[in-house]
């Protein structure tokens, strides 16, 4: 909710979603939509709960079987975790990627937010929705001199075109953040990071105590080597916490984002999500039209999925598909 979802789409060779359409998936990105000032009692049980409830719900009804494959990207897969502990029925699997489970983790995150300066209420009360640019200037701070270093890179190479598009890209969706709710805010800084309260199971959901527990569906957890922003142990921790029997830990070299969007992740990172993906998107049949026998739904002649209708900006966010596969209809991949 704090970069925008199109990281996953980023161009032509370095897109996520390009990948899976490859593979034969349909693929389908929340975008949560650019909060104003009307915004700023928006909860966390509104976005979490409610919004990314039902954009799961309209994913899901474009498959027989009514169950998506979900993915959720840092944020996005805390949230992802705290959903499906609630509301199981509609997950065939779960994709937690760089997501934050143990907050309390001795990062410099973690230290700020829990420092005795930091005062999120009076921060919260102050701007109502918390802007970009707090956000932006927190996760630069981690590390001071990236912006230097990138700067050096860029020099070096600025005769590649090819390099040139990447970086351009990658610089433009970095830039191109948005403000968050300031209830919800006031919530996932308190609850979360300051009382870590997630995998103890004092946390909530709209009343409703989130046992991680409760989590039975095959769930993958990544985690990266050189991940300033979620470390290791504290995206790890969702595997020892959760219910399911087929759950599996990757922990690969990378950073929180280089990790996820290049080159080498094409070869690395998400071959393996799709062949967790495939590993769990049992094939379902139907029967064909003059043929009286079931036939696997590969070769079938099936109605294509109905699309997905989007939704109405901020309350709730739109489900949008953007790109389809040309395989079996099979679950949707959200972040």
């Known amino acids: 909710m704090i970069n925008r979802h199109y990281v996953l789409d980023l161009m032509p060779g370095k897109s996520f979603a390009e990948f899976m359409v490859k593979a034969g998936f349909?693929?389908?990105?929340?975008?949560?939509?650019?909060?104003?000032?009307?915004?700023?009692?928006?909860?966390?049980?509104?976005?979490?709960?409610?919004?990314?409830?039902?954009?799961i719900r309209v994913a899901a009804k474009t498959?027989?079987?009514?169950?998506?494959?979900?993915?959720?990207?840092?944020?996005?897969?805390t949230l992802a975790a705290i959903h499906g502990a609630v509301h199981p029925e509609h997950i065939a699997s779960m994709v937690a990627l760089a997501a934050p489970v143990?907050?309390?983790d001795g990062s410099l995150m973690s230290r700020w937010t829990n420092s005795k300066s930091f005062d999120v209420d009076a921060l919260v009360n102050a701007v109502g929705t918390v802007p970009w640019q707090l956000l932006q200037s927190a996760f630069q701070m981690l590390r001071p001199t990236l912006s230097l270093s990138k700067a050096v890179s860029l020099?070096?190479?600025a005769w590649?075109?090819?390099?040139?598009?990447?970086?351009?890209?990658?610089?433009?969706?970095?830039?191109?953040?948005?403000?968050?709710?300031?209830?919800?805010?006031?919530?996932?800084?308190?609850?979360?990071?300051?009382?870590?309260?997630?995998?103890?199971?004092?946390?909530?959901?709209?009343?409703?105590?989130?046992?991680?527990?409760?989590?039975?569906?095959?769930?993958?957890?990544?985690?990266?080597?050189?991940?300033?922003?979620?470390?290791g142990p504290s995206a790890a921790a969702l595997i020892d916490a959760i219910g399911s029997k087929d759950k599996q830990h990757l922990h690969l070299p990378g950073g929180h984002v280089g990790a996820v969007v290049s080159k080498h992740a094409a070869k690395t990172?998400?071959?393996?999500?799709?062949?967790?993906?495939?590993?769990?998107?049992?094939?379902?049949?139907?029967?064909?039209?003059?043929?009286?026998?079931?036939?696997?739904?590969?070769?079938a002649e099936v109605p294509s999925a109905p699309k997905t209708k989007p939704l109405p900006p901020r309350a709730p966010p739109k489900s949008t598909p953007i790109k389809k596969g040309a395989g079996k209809p099979s679950p949707r991949v959200a972040r």
């Open 26 to 55: 349909d693929v389908s990105c929340i975008d949560w939509g650019t909060p104003g000032d009307e915004d700023r009692y928006v909860t966390f049980d509104d976005v979490v709960d409610t919004w990314l409830g039902r954009a």
């Open 63 to 77: 498959v027989p079987h009514e169950q998506v494959h979900l993915l959720g990207y840092c944020m996005g897969g």
């Open 102 to 104: 143990r907050f309390n």
């Open 155 to 157: 020099l070096d190479r």
């Open 160 to 231: 590649n075109d090819e390099f040139l598009d990447g970086y351009l890209a990658l610089e433009t969706w970095g830039n191109d953040n948005v403000a968050l709710p300031g209830e919800f805010y006031r919530r996932y800084i308190k609850a979360l990071y300051q009382d870590d309260g997630l995998l103890d199971g004092r946390f909530t959901l709209s009343g409703k105590r989130v046992n991680l527990k409760n989590i039975s569906f095959p769930t993958l957890a990544v985690s990266f080597e050189h991940d300033n922003i979620v470390p």
């Open 269 to 299: 990172l998400w071959p393996q999500l799709e062949a967790f993906y495939a590993a769990h998107d049992e094939p379902k049949k139907v029967s064909a039209p003059a043929v009286a026998r079931v036939v696997p739904l590969e070769t």
